[in-house]
């Protein structure tokens, strides 16, 4: 589990970032969406994480 922050963006849009990830940011049109987007975002990161050993 890891912390998630969303926040109003810009243009009406939801930001949703993930401070233990560094750059790990998203947004979506609802905060709902926005928290979507982020655990896709989480679970790409990773797995990119994973596959390089970082």
Do not use: W
């Not at 810009?10 to 940011?25: K, Q, R, T």
């Not at 998203?26 to 979507?36: F, M, P, R, W």
């Not at 982020?38 to 990773?46: C, G, S």
């Amino acid at each position: 589990m890891r912390q998630v922050i969303v926040y109003p963006g810009e243009s009406g849009y939801f930001v949703a970032e993930c401070p233990s990830l560094s750059g790990c940011i998203s947004q979506g049109v609802s905060k709902e969406d926005a928290l979507e987007n982020i655990k896709e975002a989480i679970m790409a990161y990773t797995e990119a994480l994973n596959v390089h050993d970082i």
